[in-house]
Nanobody, 122 residues
Framework: VQLQASGGGLVQAGGSLRLSCAAS????????VGWFRESPGKEREVVAA????????YYEAFAKGRFTISRDITKNTAYLQMNSLKPEDTAVYSC????????????????WGQGTQVTVSS
């Protein structure tokens, strides 16, 4: 399965964006879909993840209360709704999948899609 992230852009602090992760050439069935971000000088970090079948979710601490991960099975697409954005959220956001039970292990994810740039101005 190939993944494509989209929906990034430039937004002012306090604003919102919704990112999409679309699958092609396959489906997310049986997978956990994760959102990650990477900014200059920092390692890639997990933002949130969702188990496709049961809707179990995981959020990194900085994302709790501001970000919401969801999925639309009919569209084979996962979403990341980001609210109350801060300048420190500026990064390239990408999505990937895993069949591992651990949802927050970056190294266990595969099929990395091309990321989408999110820039939050102060």
């Amino acid at each position: 399965v190939q993944l494509q992230a989209s929906g990034g852009g430039l937004v002012q602090a306090g604003g919102s964006l919704r990112l999409s992760c679309a699958a092609s050439g396959g489906s997310f069935s049986g997978e956990t879909v994760g959102w990650f971000r990477e900014s200059p000088g920092k390692e890639r970090e997990v933002v949130a993840a969702i188990k496709w079948g049961g809707e179990t979710t995981y959020y990194e601490a900085f994302a709790k209360g501001r970000f919401t991960i969801s999925r639309d099975i009919t569209k084979n697409t996962a979403y990341l709704q980001m609210n109350s954005l801060k300048p420190e959220d500026t990064a390239v956001y990408s999505c990937a999948v895993t069949r591992a039970r651990q949802m927050n292990a970056v190294g266990l994810y595969t099929n990395w899609g091309q990321g989408t740039q999110v820039t939050v101005s102060s």
